[in-house]
């Protein structure tokens, strides 16, 4: 739970809870919604729905059953895809003077791209209880849609967040994606769909070659979504046949189209506290190894 604030009413712990002069102290929940699937949310996200007197969400983000499959009968929905920041402000201060509950809900997990933190520190601020619930990001969602695991033993594995720069939202130095597809690992590519041609070029820039395996993902989880395989030098023309320019994400890198390596984890020749090697299978592993091959 987030800070616990002494303001002028003084706060009473003795009942294990935290109240304000008899009044509830109020609270707020970033909620992790997931990509859309109502039934991706996690249990401790849909009971903060269920528990919540007020439910804010972004309708164009979040699919409706998420909120109305858990929200109480007579809890209050907002779309904060209508109101302004300062709105979503006043209604955290109107908790606190009633001691509201408060369930804010994000598209994925909230800790990506989701303005979380000016909020957080706001409700927290007006000493409110805060948490944060995760949730499952698009990336996570995108990878199961495309059946693929983003880090295949001696090809990737490491895993880039990121975002093409541009939009109302400039990019640190040094993060611009052609810095990051220097490491040929694998990406998972937000907010960029509507500049496809941009960063296409900015990924051919930093090595990646013309074949590189790409996953498109729309809408994952959502009623109508697309999940398509295609190359580096496909995504833009996929992209604008489809008109995919929102909700899309790229996952990029050698490991989406890489088969036939194998886990040194589960290898009979590999031993850890909970198993013994086999050592014929020992030796074969160790002599692979030597030869600086993967696993046989
Ligand atoms: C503002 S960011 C929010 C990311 C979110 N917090 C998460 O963890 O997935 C919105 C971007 O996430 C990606 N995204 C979110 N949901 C998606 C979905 N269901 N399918 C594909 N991409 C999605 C898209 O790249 C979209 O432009």
Known sequence: ??????????????????????????????????????????????????????????????????????????????DSSRIAHEDVLALYARAADEGLRIARVHSGDPSLWGAVQEQYDAAAALGLEVEIVPGVSAFGAAAAAAGRELTIPEVAQSVVLTRLEGGRTPMPPREKLREFARHGTTMAIFLSAARTGQMVDELRAGGYPDDTPVVVAYRTTWPDEVTLRCRLDEVEAVCKERRFWRQTLFLVGPALGAAGTRSHLYHPGHFHTFRKPEPAARRALRAARAAGSGAP
């Open 1 to 78: 739970m987030g800070r616990v604030a002494v303001g002028a009413r003084g706060l009473d712990v003795s009942a294990g809870r935290h109240r304000l002069s008899g009044v509830e102290r109020g609270r707020v929940s970033f909620v992790g919604a997931g990509p859309g699937a109502a039934d991706l949310i996690t249990l401790r996200g849909a009971r903060r729905i269920a528990e919540a007197d007020v439910v804010v969400w972004a309708a164009s983000l979040v699919m409706a059953e998420c909120v109305t499959e858990h929200a109480r009968p007579g809890a209050e929905l907002v």
